[in-house]
């Protein structure tokens, strides 16, 4: 009930000035001390209607959206269960004019050259959209598929690179995507990072030369448009008939996938881990099961890059263990170990392991959905939160760390690729 009446009164501040709706959102960080507190914590996102940015373990603290009329009730309801918290920010508008600010000033400092991007803002879709048809124009080794269109109607293309034109069967394929959650903007620089270091500036040729490569850069473009021009910190995509009157709008595509398809999800349509009406409901998750399928006689490892937490994480959401755990594990390491040699001091070490360990339980995963079906290598990466003087801001994007997201990422990236080589060649 809540969250039905904050998202109608959301409904009618997109007429306002960019980013009022959030004047007055308050993010608090909350830790607590065991499991039963976790899980009373976590329990207020479906009690209060809030926006868990990060749900909190004992070895982790959550971040939650807070908007400003549900502060006290919030702070009561915290208190009641004893554990302890702070603001990290006081009003978002503020946080969300800065970002802007930010990037508008970096963008117009922005060079863009004719065969690459900029590593100093955030491209929107149709930049990303046009930059992968010059590519497959000026490139051979470079080709773009449109694999279908988004609920919306816009097309999600998906680059092929190859030196072989994925011709050569005795070849692995690695499948990078990012942005399966519109929000999770600093995934976007990962996916081209690693097309600028397999195509534009090669600087290790034995990854294009044994390796064919899948990268599809925007997978929710819809719902990462509508971050840009309306709410910055929305999640799903743009689907609707969910409900009558389209109060509540998209589905999570995260939890979209068949795989233990809705048991540890939202089945309403107002929240943010909304499940859909069925496995595939939704136009994006059947592109990306399409894409899957098609090479799944070579597709050898599949990433989903996500935001924020620095993070590894392998299968099951359910706590399961692939039959291949061990081998999952070493693999994490060995990439989180080469993002860590590079990554910036103020950002901690990656953590490995299964996502519903270290996480949280979740059901209808990509990466659950492409282990299960005989993909041998399925992760999901969390990139490091946006951090300043204040505290931890989530989501939000600081210029300076555009291009070190990507490459730090491709480190980690190429740690992969090269395990993948050699235990490929130790089963021959």
Same mark, same amino acid.
């Given at each position: 009930?809540?969250?039905?009446?904050?998202?109608?009164?959301?409904?009618?501040?997109?007429?306002?000035?960019?980013?009022?709706?959030?004047?007055?959102?308050?993010?608090?960080?909350?830790?607590?001390?065991?499991?039963?507190?976790?899980?009373?914590?976590?329990?207020?996102?479906?009690?209060?209607?809030?926006?868990?940015?990060?749900?909190?373990?004992?070895?982790?603290?959550?971040?939650?959206?807070?908007?400003?009329?549900?502060?006290?009730?919030?702070?009561?309801?915290?208190?009641?269960?004893?554990?302890?918290?702070?603001?990290?920010?006081?009003?978002?508008?503020?946080?969300?004019?800065?970002?802007?600010?930010?990037?508008?000033?970096?963008?117009?400092?922005?060079?863009?050259?004719?065969?690459?991007?900029?590593?100093?803002?955030?491209?929107?879709?149709?930049?990303?959209?046009?930059?992968?048809?010059?590519?497959?124009?000026?490139?051979? @080794?470079?080709? =773009?598929?449109?694999?279908?269109?988004?609920?919306?109607? &816009?097309?999600?293309? *998906? !680059?092929? %690179?190859?030196?072989?034109?994925?011709?050569?069967?005795?070849?692995?394929?690695?499948?990078?995507?990012?942005?399966?959650?519109?929000?999770?903007?600093?995934?976007?620089?990962?996916?081209?990072?690693?097309?600028?270091?397999?195509?534009?500036?090669?600087?290790?040729?034995?990854?294009?030369?044994?390796?064919?490569?899948?990268?599809?850069?925007?997978?929710?473009?819809?719902?990462?448009?509508?971050?840009?021009?309306?709410?910055?910190?929305?999640?799903?995509?743009?689907?609707?008939?969910?409900?009558?009157?389209?109060?509540?709008?998209?589905?999570?595509?995260?939890?979209?996938?068949?795989?233990?398809?809705?048991?540890?999800?939202?089945?309403?349509?107002?929240?943010?881990?909304?499940?859909?009406?069925?496995?595939?409901?939704?136009?994006? @998750?059947?592109? =990306?099961?399409?894409?899957?399928?098609?090479?799944?006689? &070579?597709?050898?490892? *599949? !990433?989903? %890059?996500?935001?924020?937490?620095?993070?590894?994480?392998?299968?099951?959401?359910?706590?399961?263990?692939?039959?291949?755990?061990?081998?999952?594990?070493?693999?994490?390491?060995?990439?989180?170990?080469?993002?860590?040699?590079?990554?910036?001091?103020?950002?901690?070490?990656?953590?490995?392991?299964?996502?519903?360990?270290?996480?949280?339980?979740?059901?209808?995963?990509?990466?659950?959905?492409?282990?299960?079906?005989?993909?041998?290598?399925?992760?999901?990466?969390?990139?490091?939160?946006?951090?300043?003087?204040?505290?931890?801001?989530?989501?939000?994007?600081?210029?300076?760390?555009?291009?070190?997201?990507?490459?730090?990422?491709?480190?980690?990236?190429?740690?992969?690729?090269?395990?993948?080589?050699?235990?490929?060649?130790?089963?021959?």
């Amino acid at each position: 009930m809540y969250k039905v009446a904050l998202l109608i009164a959301l409904s009618f501040c997109l007429a306002l000035a960019k980013h009022e709706q959030y004047n007055g959102y308050v993010v608090y960080q909350v830790k607590v001390a065991n499991e039963q507190q976790a899980q009373q914590v976590n329990a207020l996102e479906n009690q209060l209607g809030l926006d868990m940015w990060s749900y909190t373990t004992p070895t982790r603290p959550g971040l939650m959206l807070v908007p400003g009329p549900m502060r006290q009730r919030f702070q009561r309801a915290i208190d009641a269960t004893g554990v302890q918290y702070e603001i990290q920010v006081e009003n978002v508008k503020e946080a969300l004019d800065l970002e802007d600010q930010l990037l508008a000033a970096a963008s117009q400092r922005s060079n863009r050259t004719s065969g690459r991007l900029s590593f100093d803002t955030i491209h929107r879709y149709e930049t990303v959209d046009a930059y992968l048809v010059e590519l497959a124009q000026k490139y051979q @080794t470079v080709s =773009v598929v449109s694999a279908g269109k988004s609920f919306e109607g &816009r097309d999600i293309k *998906y !680059l092929k %690179i190859s030196t072989t034109n994925f011709q050569d069967s005795s070849k692995p394929i690695i499948m990078i995507q990012s942005l399966i959650h519109a929000r999770e903007w600093i995934t976007l620089p990962v996916s081209l990072y690693a097309i600028e270091k397999l195509v534009v500036d090669i600087t290790d040729r034995d990854l294009v030369d044994k390796i064919d490569w899948i990268i599809l850069p925007i997978t929710n473009p819809d719902g990462y448009e509508f971050t840009h021009t309306n709410t910055r910190f929305w999640r799903k995509n743009r689907s609707n008939g969910h409900m009558v009157g389209n109060i509540c709008l998209g589905v999570d595509l995260n939890r979209n996938f068949d795989f233990n398809w809705g048991t540890l999800s939202g089945n309403s349509a107002c929240s943010e881990t909304f499940h859909g009406s069925g496995a595939f409901s939704e136009p994006e @998750t059947a592109i =990306v099961r399409n894409i899957v399928n098609e090479y799944r006689k &070579r597709l050898e490892l *599949y !990433l989903d %890059i996500h935001s924020f937490g620095s993070l590894t994480l392998y299968g099951y959401g359910s706590g399961e263990l692939p039959a291949n755990g061990l081998t999952l594990n070493v693999m994490g390491v060995r990439m989180a170990q080469a993002i860590d040699a590079v990554k910036w001091n103020s950002n901690p070490n990656y953590r490995v392991g299964n996502i519903a360990m270290i996480l949280y339980p979740v059901s209808g995963g990509a990466s659950d959905y492409v282990q299960a079906i005989g993909i041998p290598h399925s992760f999901t990466f969390e990139l490091p939160a946006y951090r300043n003087q204040q505290g931890i801001n989530g989501f939000l994007v600081d210029p300076d760390f555009i291009e070190q997201a990507g490459y730090e990422t491709w480190e980690g990236i190429k740690a992969g690729a090269r395990f993948l080589l050699e235990y490929s060649r130790s089963k021959k």
